[in-house]
Nanobody, 119 residues
Framework: QVQLAESGGGLVQTGGSLRLSCVAS????????MRWYRQGPGNQRELVASITQDGTTVYADSVKGRFIISRNNAKDTVYLQMNSLKPEDTAVYYCKATVVRTLSLYQYWGQGTQVTVSS
């Protein structure tokens, strides 16, 4: 099996920064795309950012210029640097990984980490 563990969430004031981490562990041949999603109160889960194995990134319009996704393939870890945080960034943040195991692709989710931005 594969587990994803997020960390780095917390309470921050408007304009502040946080860095989220997500570490994958378990039976992993390699990891293709890694993504960060978020789900705010009363909202559907939405894609925040994604990064491929070779480092190609995509961002939601709402976070462009403020968030940076990166990864360390040797450590099976993805990061989300969040700057200039706004109250509307308040959400539970989840990481998702597309993992190659025994020549097949599997999708795994972490348990989520809470980010709260106070005004």
């Amino acid at each position: 099996q594969v587990q994803l563990a997020e960390s780095g969430g917390g309470l921050v004031q408007t304009g502040g920064s946080l860095r989220l981490s997500c570490v994958a562990s378990g039976s992993i041949s390699s990891i293709n795309a890694m993504r960060w999603y978020r789900q705010g109160p009363g909202n559907q889960r939405e894609l925040v950012a994604s990064i491929t194995q070779d480092g190609t990134t995509v961002y939601a319009d709402s976070v462009k210029g403020r968030f940076i996704i990166s990864r360390n393939n040797a450590k099976d870890t993805v990061y989300l640097q969040m700057n200039s945080l706004k109250p509307e960034d308040t959400a539970v943040y989840y990481c998702k990984a597309t993992v190659v195991r025994t020549l097949s692709l599997y999708q795994y989710w972490g348990q989520g980490t809470q980010v709260t931005v106070s005004s």
